[in-house]
Nanobody
Framework: VQLQASGGGLVQAGDSLRLSCAASARTISNNGMGWFRQAPGKEREFVAAISWNGRSTFYADSVNGRFTISRDNAKSTVYLQMNSLKPEDTAVYYC?????????????????WGLGTQVTVSS
């Protein structure tokens, strides 16, 4: 599976962005999917995850209520809608495909990683 994240950019605090993660080479319809992020000098951290059918989602406390993960299996694409962005959301955002249909926050649960997309939130 090849994953390509897009949609990042430079925005102001309080703005919104929607990230997309398109899969190619094979379908991801049976994989749980996740978003992670990595800020300069920090470890890569979990942001959100979604089950294979989209019925189960899970968020980091820092983004819960502001970010929404969703997916369109017909398009092999996963989305991350980010609202009320804060400067501390600034990071490179990565999407990942899980080893199973349901995934959580642990990086070991993910098998395929895409190249990231930069999100910068100015104050």
């Amino acid at each position: 599976v090849q994953l390509q994240a897009s949609g990042g950019g430079l925005v102001q605090a309080g703005d919104s962005l929607r990230l997309s993660c398109a899969a190619s080479a094979r379908t991801i319809s049976n994989n749980g999917m996740g978003w992670f992020r990595q800020a300069p000098g920090k470890e890569r951290e979990f942001v959100a995850a979604i089950s294979w059918n989209g019925r189960s989602t899970f968020y980091a406390d820092s983004v819960n209520g502001r970010f929404t993960i969703s997916r369109d299996n017909a398009k092999s694409t996963v989305y991350l809608q980010m609202n009320s962005l804060k400067p501390e959301d600034t990071a490179v955002y990565y999407c990942a495909a899980g080893r199973t249909s349901y995934v959580g926050s642990g990086r070991a649960a993910y098998q395929y990683w895409g190249l990231g997309t930069q999100v910068t939130v100015s104050s």
